[in-house]
């Protein structure tokens, strides 16, 4: 381990994606650090009313928007939430080697 990923791309995310991502990859604070991609499978909201995503590796990730320091409109609409399923997010967690989230069911959103 203690690779670095020199941009989003790394994390497998296609041009695509990146391109429409832009603001929201450039709010994203860890993506400098060590830390281990896995993908968006799911969201659900914790007591307080933010947005959770549910990652591939068992983790859970807060999403959530909380203007000015950190801008993500997208996770405030089912489309946008929708768009982000599969999208890598850096895990700290499974860097630090931390045990699974408890993981209440997901968000059940409107098609
Ligand atoms: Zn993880």
Redesign the pocket.
């Known amino acids: 381990m203690g690779r670095v990923f020199p941009s989003i791309q790394a994390f497998g995310n296609p041009p695509s994606v990146v391109e429409n991502m832009r603001h929201v990859l450039q709010s994203m604070p860890n993506l400098n650090s060590n830390v281990?991609p896995?993908a968006i499978t799911g969201y659900h909201v914790d007591d307080e009313g933010h947005w959770v995503a549910q990652?591939q590796?068992?983790?859970n990730q807060h999403v959530r928007h909380d203007p000015p320091l950190v801008r993500r409109e997208w996770v405030l609409t089912p489309k946008g939430r929708r768009s982000m399923l599969g999208f890598r997010l850096g895990?700290k967690?499974?860097r630090e080697s931390?045990p699974p989230d408890a993981r209440p069911p997901a968000a059940r959103e409107p098609s």
């Open positions: 281990v896995s990652l590796c068992g983790h895990c967690k499974c931390a």
